[in-house]
């Protein structure tokens, strides 16, 4: 079945720091690519998507970029603020019938300033 | 303004309890989910409804029920069945159910399950 990994937290950085956050992803198919963010006691937001081969997805200097060879869509952002502080979720969703999204189990990210 | 609420924030249960959470959306969405939520594992799907009047079982389904008899509301009960439900859960919703729709999936702000 589809499934997402995400490398595990927390990850640590200090204030315009450079971000990467890796995860790959197992599917039947050409899914859709997902990046989630948690602020501390909320639901999540979407950040950005992707939903071909090589699409890059972007927001509020975050990005990521579906890479089919290597089933793959890391997030990465290139300088931090405190304010990023939250956890990090990987979703992919297939792209017929009903969509249902799979989560990895997130990674969690501190930033000091 | 639009938008998902879920309510209680906090929930406390005694044992062998059923309890049910609330989920309103006045985004005139077709499509509803509940998740829950479990530290280092993710959100998994608990049930989904594409429209009203309908609904299917996710992921973990077991210990749960739900009903959909207006499109704006999807109450899920955390049944005494439900080994282990103390938990965050995740209310959701889409305007479209379709996978290959552009549309975002919008969460609500979550309630916190404790049985005690």
């Not at chain 1, 990850?11 to 990467?20: H, N, Q």
Request: one cysteine or more; aromatic letters at 12%; a neutral charge.
């Amino acid at each position: 079945g589809n499934s997402v990994t995400q490398m595990e937290g927390p990850v640590t950085l200090s204030e315009e720091a450079f971000l990467t956050i890796n995860c790959t992803y197992t599917a039947t198919g050409y899914p859709s690519l997902f990046w989630y963010v948690q602020y501390p006691g909320e639901g999540l937001q979407l950040l950005l998507k992707a939903t071909k081969a090589d699409d890059k997805g972007s927001n509020k200097g975050f990005e990521a970029t579906y890479r089919k060879e290597t089933t793959s869509f890391h997030l990465e952002k290139g300088s931090v603020q405190v304010s990023d502080s939250a956890v990090y979720f990987c979703a992919l969703s297939g792209v017929t019938g009903f969509q249902k999204l799979v989560f990895g189990t997130g990674t969690r990210l501190l930033v000091s300033p | 303004d639009g938008g998902i609420t879920q309510s209680p924030k906090y929930l406390f249960r005694k044992e062998g309890q059923n309890v049910t959470l609330s989920c309103e959306q006045n985004l005139n969405h077709d499509a509803m989910y509940w998740y829950r939520q479990d530290p280092g594992q993710g959100l998994r799907l608990i049930y989904y409804s594409q429209i009203v009047n309908d609904f299917q079982k996710g992921d973990i389904a077991e210990g749960y029920s739900v009903s959909r008899e207006k499109k704006e509301s999807f109450p899920l009960t955390v049944t005494s069945a439900q080994k282990n439900p103390t938990a965050f859960y995740l209310c959701a919703s889409r305007s479209s159910g379709r996978a290959d729709s552009t549309d975002t999936q919008y969460f609500g702000p979550g309630t916190r399950l404790t049985v005690l």
